[in-house]
């Protein structure tokens, strides 16, 4: 059994930030526990390899200055094209060479946790693994998530495929019929690589517009690669693209009735590896998403994009690393208390 103050259960990007945060504040690391099955980066490095993100290179990296004191950049990331957006898989890389150090003095534990169990009486949590348990005062999940999808009955392609051209040209060949239910950053990018295989494709969007712009001062709009391909649709320069509002039930049924395969870049939801307990009564992973608090759990908090946290105009949702740290700058008081 292992004793803990804190237990960090995921050592994705989102994980390994937290842990840069407490190494900035001098917090004693010897105190916190890592449980991941890898510790290879997470679903940025594992899954999204070819994908770029929406947030430029200095976003990132001023961010993490600024929220993580004296930390450490990798000269290579500092000598990148600082306008240019951050590949998911290179930003990943960047925080698990930066936390490095770091991960070198806290307890790592190579497993999947699968159970985290509250005691009211003790105030103490028992997060159950393969090969134990740590008992800890506080837990934080960044567990990662899973992509939002439909009951449809057609066959579907991953979006972390969707996104590699290369994968994606084994499966949908010229003159397929592909839905892609999402039209924000992903979404474009996807329906630019069907276009350049010769699919036939259906855009399904449920905000006023299919498209949102960066340049036009919307909130997380479309920007770098993403907003040139927007642009070129809205011209009607990509004929083989049509988009369809998820009300115009019509078109919608006939698209779905005639689809090769249907691709969700809708969002995502928490992925549900581990089961909360609190005296014997299973928990939701809710939370408030102003803290990153779970619902009835005063000692536990979910962060990253399993656990978006709002926006400062309370309306959108942030779902950027740079945005991440920040969120947990601010709660970082609450959790090393």
Known sequence: MTETSICIIGAGVTGLSLLLLLESRSYPLEN????????????????????QSNTPWSKSNDTLRQTCPGVKIPAEFLERDQNES????????????????????????HAIATTASFDPVTNIWSVAHKGGVVKSKKIVLAVGSECKSLDLEVSSIPLE????ANRLSYLVKPGHRVIV???MHSGTLVME???????????LYNTAKPFYW???????????????????????????????????????????SKADWVIYAM??????????DMAGEQLPLTYDGMTGRLDKCQTAWGFGIGFPNRAPDGIHWD?????????MEVQLPAIIS
Not at 319 to 327: D, E, I, R, T
Request: net charge positive; charged share 25%.
């Open 193 to 203: 690589n069907l276009s350049k295989i010769g699919a036939k494709v259906t855009g």
């Open 32 to 51: 916190v526990t890592i449980i991941d099955p890898q510790f290879d980066g997470g679903d940025l490095a594992r899954k999204w390899t070819t994908t």
């Open 267 to 276: 969002g995502f939801y928490c992925r549900q590896s581990i089961r909360l």
């Open 319 to 327: 779902v950027s690393v740079a945005a991440f740290l920040k969120h």
């Open 214 to 256: 960066d340049r036009d001062g919307e909130y997380d709009g479309v920007k770098g690669e993403a907003a040139s391909i927007a642009d070129a649709i809205t011209r009607g320069e990509k004929p083989q693209i049509q988009l369809v509002h998820v009300q115009d039930i019509s078109n919608v049924f006939r698209a779905c």
């Open 181 to 183: 239910v999402g039209t």
């Open 86 to 109: 951050c590949p998911l898989a290179d930003l990943a890389r960047m925080i698990r060479m930066t936390a490095a150090s770091a991960l070198s003095r806290v307890n790592r534990i």
């Open 161 to 164: 495929n969707a996104l590699d």
